[in-house]
């Protein structure tokens, strides 16, 4: 493969003195949860990052098109936010909610500022999972119902109840927890039964939900929980129209609609702050994870006042949730998106860059589909146009590739035939380009 220079970078990494690799992939099988994956046939050690650049033991630096994993929203150690984080650290590390503290509220304050309609109470915890689960207790306590809709390719965490509402068997143990949850077809265009080229495929899959609620539950939900671009699936954009029809149905059958807004948020659809908003819809709840702590532990929960007043049956706590450091780094994460016109950023180059991807579909045989909103692509790989049979192998192919070349990307899908693309907000034309050019290179020389 021909090599491809990254565009120059003024930071300088510190020369690293630790454990090498080899000896951390040895610790890590020794003491590990040995069910932990690893992305790469030579596992990449990181350990260091600037903004949209990270660097690996040697020296070598990529460009981070993962942004963690669709969690480095601003860039890494950006020098606002960790201002922020150090200056709380040597004040105050840790408190709770059973005594009053600024940084919590203040932070509420400005985030409920951002949301829509009457989502303005806020519950902080530490993970997108911590925010689902909550979110469903919400839902199951303000209707009186136990049934979920969720989405088939849908990813909702890791913890029973996130396992419950995620629809891919890769992540689901075969343990009980899905009583009560059903999962509806997938509005998924590029290969489901209506294609692009339906004007009302929103409709007509949302025709589902109306249909497992009539058949599969007493004719009353608890709610409706869906992502508002789908992201372990593979970065799958719903067709217009899509959540509108759904949450009618939803709603008139008593529930009420979650948005899963923890890859979708903060700005990376480019022409909305939130997901939902590409979809001209308000949900009832919104969880929030990933994006918005720009790699610290925080999480969300935002819903209306009305539903929040579930939740004073019984007293509800949790430990770490918004405290002082993550409410601090929340604040500022919020500060940067907006100085730094990420949201425009997003837009700018995810137009740029989507049209680079056509191109690059048009050349390459093994691109079935290019997809995505705002910094938010996916690739989806097949071994054949007609057939759609999923690309498994080309698709890990092209991200080793990648790798070699300098850029870390992400897979996502049931067969793990997609590239994900979400890098931080404050990448730059040049850094574009470069995903571009590598691309065209690393999916060349696939097969
Ligand atoms: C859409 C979505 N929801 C929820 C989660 C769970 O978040 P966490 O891993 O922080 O528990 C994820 C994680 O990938 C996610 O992508």
Redesign the pocket.
Known sequence: MKSIPLPPTTHRPQPYSGPSAEKVLALRREFLNPGLFLYYKKPIMIVEGKMQYVWDETGKRYLDGLGG??TVSVGHCHPHVVAAANRQNETLQHSTTIYLQPNIALYAEKLAAKMPGDLKVCYFVN??????DLALLMARLYTGNYDFVALRNA?????AS?MSVTAHSTWKFNTPHSFGVHHAIAPYPYRGHFGYDDPDAGRKYAEDVKSLIDYATPGKVAGFIA?SIQ??GGFVVFPDGYLKHAYEHVRAAGGVCIA?E??TGFGRTGTHFWGFETQGVIPDIV?L??GIGNGAPL?AVVTTAKIAAVMSQKVHFNTFGGNPVVSAIGHAVLEVIERENLQANSLKLGAHILAGLEKLKAKHKVIGDVRGKGLMLGIEFVKDRATKQPGKEECAQAVENARELGLLLGKGGLWGQTIRFAPPMCITEGDANFLLDVLDEAIGNVG
């Open positions: 994993i669709v993970s997108g999972s911590e925010a689902n990813y909702h965490g890791g913890n996130g992502e992201g372990v899963d923890v890859q969880t994870a990933k999480a």
